[in-house]
């Protein structure tokens, strides 16, 4: 029997999307990515080197895209957002904004996560004070090669990062944990500590959870030789002092003693959540969202990349918050289930 060749829309190139297409292509499918930012590589774009080899997003982005150069018959669009999906004969129509439609036998949806808003957290200060960052601004300003600084320019002498900020939290609507963020803290505490060995810093936690290989390296390498102090206890608000400084006010719960200390600067730990992709999707019935407003998979245990529409996968970190590598191992997963489906297709339109 010859294999005819079948069609598959991803959308979204993030790591997620751009290594679930690249192994599609590999089997012989024909792909097309759909992005809707003007360069693929979602959130990697942004970050400045990751936990837990201190390894260069661009490096990750780069290795992906060249991959994609052997392979005629994969081909990306971005600046393109899609905004519904309609099945229709077992087949997909994808549209995007900009009136462009695509057929597809199969689809991925690799759209990704949104950071978590931390002006949400009003008693925290972000958007009100200067010196209130989140773990992303700090990328950025890693990123760009720039000593780091208060926003009036001065070393800062003491730093404090804040965890679970919009995770865990039933106040904000998000119970779970959105795992990367403890070992985020830990990765540019060091860094900080690196590039200003004479500042302070004080890690404010309610569990450390370092799930990962070499996590727990890290910790060690932080609380030994960086002398980072981590303090078990919840911030209940930070204020600015007359000189921009700002005063935080927590309860130490391993001692069961309040506190309060004066920073230059705070880093919030921002986590990860559904974005607007989770809403479009689901609002034509075609998916459906877990409790946490991600995508529901059809089975969390056995097929994670399966949704409960046939022929619509989900892959990378619009299921859950996810590392890197495990993004990766994820999108692989999503494309062993992609040729499955297709090739049962293949075998039931030719007995027919
Ligand atoms: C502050 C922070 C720091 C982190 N640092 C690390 C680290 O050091 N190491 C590590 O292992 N992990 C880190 N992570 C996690 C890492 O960012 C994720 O694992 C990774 O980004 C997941 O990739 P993804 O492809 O699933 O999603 P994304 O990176 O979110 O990519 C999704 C893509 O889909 C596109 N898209 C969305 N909607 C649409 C639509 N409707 N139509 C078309 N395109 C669409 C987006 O534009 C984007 O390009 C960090 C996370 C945070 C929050
Ligand atoms: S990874 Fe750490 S900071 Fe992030 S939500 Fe989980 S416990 Fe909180």
Redesign the pocket.
């Known amino acids: 029997m010859e294999k005819e060749q079948k069609h598959v829309a991803v959308?979204?190139?993030?790591?997620?999307?751009?290594h679930t297409a690249n192994l599609l292509a590999q089997s012989g499918h024909k792909v097309t990515i759909?992005?809707?930012?003007k360069y693929?590589?979602?959130?990697?774009n942004?970050?400045h080197?990751?936990?837990?080899d201190h390894s260069s997003?661009e490096w990750i982005i780069s290795g992906l895209l060249d991959e994609q150069l052997q392979f005629d018959h994969l081909k990306m669009i971005s600046s393109?957002?899609?905004?519904s999906i309609e099945k229709n004969n077992g087949h997909f129509a994808i549209n995007?904004g900009n009136e462009l439609r695509i057929y597809a036998d199969a689809v991925v949806i690799?759209?990704?996560?949104?950071?978590f808003d931390a002006r949400q957290k009003e008693e925290y200060g972000y958007g009100l004070f200067k010196n209130v960052i989140?773990?992303?601004d700090l990328?950025q300003s890693l990123k760009s090669g720039q000593p780091l600084t208060t926003a009036s320019g001065k070393t800062p002498s003491r730093v404090a990062f804040i965890h679970c900020i919009g995770s865990r939290d039933a106040k904000c609507g998000n119970t779970y944990c959105?795992k990367?963020?403890c070992?985020?803290g830990v990765?540019q505490a060091l860094e900080i500590s690196e590039m200003l060995p004479e500042t302070e810093i004080f890690c404010f936690y309610m569990d450390l959870r370092l799930y990962g290989s070499k996590f727990d390296d890290l910790y060690l390498q932080a609380q030994k030789k960086h002398k980072i102090q981590f303090i078990r206890g919840r911030l209940s608000e930070a204020a600015e002092t007359h000189d921009k400084r700002l005063q935080i006010k927590a309860e130490d719960t391993l001692s069961g003693r309040p506190l309060r200390m004066e920073v230059d600067m705070i880093v919030l730990?921002?986590?990860?959540e559904k974005?607007?992709?989770h809403q479009?999707?689901s609002s034509t019935k075609l998916l459906e969202l877990d409790e946490h407003g991600f995508f529901k998979s059809k089975n969390i245990q056995l097929t994670r990349n399966e949704t409960t529409q046939p022929g619509i996968f989900i892959?990378?970190?619009?299921i859950c918050?996810?590392?890197?590598?495990?993004?990766i191992e994820?999108?692989g997963a999503a494309s062993i289930l992609v040729n499955r489906y297709l090739e049962h297709q293949q075998l039931t339109n030719h007995h027919e």
């Open positions: 959308i979204g190139a993030g790591i997620a999307g751009l759909l992005e809707k930012e693929p590589g979602g959130h990697l942004q970050w080197h990751l936990f837990p997003p393109t957002e899609i905004t995007a690799s759209t990704g996560f949104k950071l989140t773990s992303a990328e959105s990367v963020c070992i985020t990765k730990l921002a986590g990860m974005n607007e992709a479009m999707f892959a990378g970190t619009c918050p996810m590392s890197v590598n495990e993004t994820n999108a």
